[in-house]
T-cell receptor, first 113, second 114 residues
Framework: DAGVTQSPTHLIKTRGQQVTLRCSPKSGHDTVSWYQQALGQGPQFIFQYYEEEERQRGNFPDRFSGHQFPNYSSELNVNALLLGDSALYLC????????????FGPGTRLTVT | GENVEQHPSTLSVQEGDSAVIKCTYSDSASNYFPWYKQELGKRPQLIIDIRSNVGEKKDQRIAVTLNKTAKHFSLHITETQPEDSAVYFCAAPAGGTSYGKLTFGQGTILTVHP
């Protein structure tokens, strides 16, 4: 039974660039939520995708956007990167909308220089 | 939106002792309260959760209690072991009953000394 997977593991970008992060949900799950975790803090909700639509959104600017594909996998895109975007980006998968128990992937460590 | 406060921020215990971490939440409509364990450099791992129709739930050495009137819930770990050392996060769904938009506490760094 495949768990939640994310790619890449690490990423280094320059301020102003754009980045795309990818997530494949746990087998049998159809909902993907994205979180940003700054060092020493708890995860902060970015948005959630279900049936290929953004269903809920946290307090993040429009520079953060996403997509969900028919196979339930998802992408997180961040434009015009800022130094403050450096963080661990986690995706969590669940079943149904707004979703049951959420299981996290290993995360993508993004460093913006 | 939901506001979740978690205490203490650090907790140090001797192996075999009990550990208790407490969280309060603001939205009285919230009905689902998960706890996650995050080891250094690893993903948050769901260790136990509770729904508002019960007051307590146990899973081996771990238990969670919920007081809906006071809007607080607690994680109890008995007979602690060094491998319990990690950061623990509580969470509650923002916007009340939704499970999806979790708001996390600030985390508790638990250290279990052999």
């Amino acid at each position: 039974d495949a768990g939640v997977t994310q790619s890449p593991t690490h990423l280094i970008k320059t301020r102003g660039q754009q980045v795309t992060l990818r997530c494949s949900p746990k087998s049998g799950h159809d909902t993907v939520s994205w979180y940003q975790q700054a060092l020493g803090q708890g995860p902060q909700f970015i948005f959630q995708y279900y049936e290929e639509e953004e269903r809920q959104r946290g307090n993040f600017p429009d520079r953060f956007s996403g997509h969900q594909f028919p196979n339930y996998s998802s992408e997180l895109n961040v434009n015009a990167l800022l130094l403050g975007d450096s963080a661990l980006y986690l995706c969590a998968s669940s079943l149904g909308a707004p979703g049951g128990e959420q299981y996290f992937g290993p995360g993508t460590r993004l460093t913006v220089t | 939106g939901e506001n979740v406060e978690q205490h203490p921020s650090t907790l140090s215990v001797q192996e075999g002792d009990s550990a208790v971490i407490k969280c309060t939440y603001s939205d009285s409509a919230s009905n689902y309260f998960p706890w996650y364990k995050q080891e250094l450099g690893k993903r948050p791992q769901l260790i136990i959760d509770i729904r508002s129709n019960v007051g307590e739930k146990k899973d081996q050495r771990i238990a969670v209690t919920l007081n809906k009137t006071a809007k607080h819930f607690s994680l109890h770990i008995t007979e602690t072991q060094p491998e319990d050392s990690a950061v623990y996060f509580c969470a509650a769904p923002a916007g009340g009953t939704s499970y999806g938009k979790l708001t996390f506490g600030q985390g508790t760094i638990l250290t279990v000394h052999p």
